[in-house]
């Protein structure tokens, strides 16, 4: 009879049933199946240790694990020893944007429909930008969602020459823009500046529209953004127009929100203004 502890067959039929190796080669067993015609009422099994130590976890020990942190650097987890093996870094694939703010194809889109014809390749943000200004197209571009992106990210990260470019179109038309979908949010990026100067002209243009403006959805935003930014000197020129008319603007369904900004964020003497 052969056994586990033996290391070479004594049986004949040994030969017709040799070890069959396990598909992951880390054991092997004899056939001693009845159908194999072996008559003995036992059968060995010996298992080979793997080279390499499993886990339940992780099938082998000593790999590092390449992973990348927040900022993109190349963590590693090291499991059981440490391996003289050298790792190369993942690289940091982030889907890249124009300085548009918008993505390529949109941006070719965009471009398209405001009459650029000179969109390629090589064709830059600065092309774009000065077609739009000497065109006088600024109050076009923010009827539509792309253009109203392209020009807040020129607001944002452009210089104060190509701001007040666009701000100085944009007042020409400035209480319709404040009353558009995506208008209104273009006006909102110059309250985000924390320029006073500009933040004055803004509400001096509209102040005596500015009922109108916090009674309309998209207006009431740009009226909440500009209390939430403002000091409170301008502040002053937005409740002066507010309070007379506080009344009307608390059954609005867009102005109460207005109100509810100026008594959030007033000085104690515009708050008490509203409730006597």
Known sequence: MFTADDRTPTDSWFTANIQQIHPSGDCWMMDVSPESGNTCDSYGIKNRKSERPTSASNKT?????????????QRQKIFGEKLNRKWKKFPWTRQKRYISGIPRQVLKAFTKRIGYRNFGAHSSIREIFDYIIESKLVCRACTELQGSKFLQHQIIKCNWADR?????????????????????LVVQCFFELGNPSVEREILLRMKNSLCDIAMSEYGSWVLQRAILSTNNELLQIVSDVIVPHAYMLALDNFGHHVLQRIIEHGSGAIVHALLV
Do not use: P
């Open 164 to 184: 007040l470019a666009i701000l100085e179109q944009v007042l020409d038309k400035l209480i319709s823009i404040c009353k558009q979908k995506y208008g209104n």
């Open 61 to 73: 020990h000593g790999q590092k694990e390449r992973c990348h942190s927040v900022e993109g650097v």
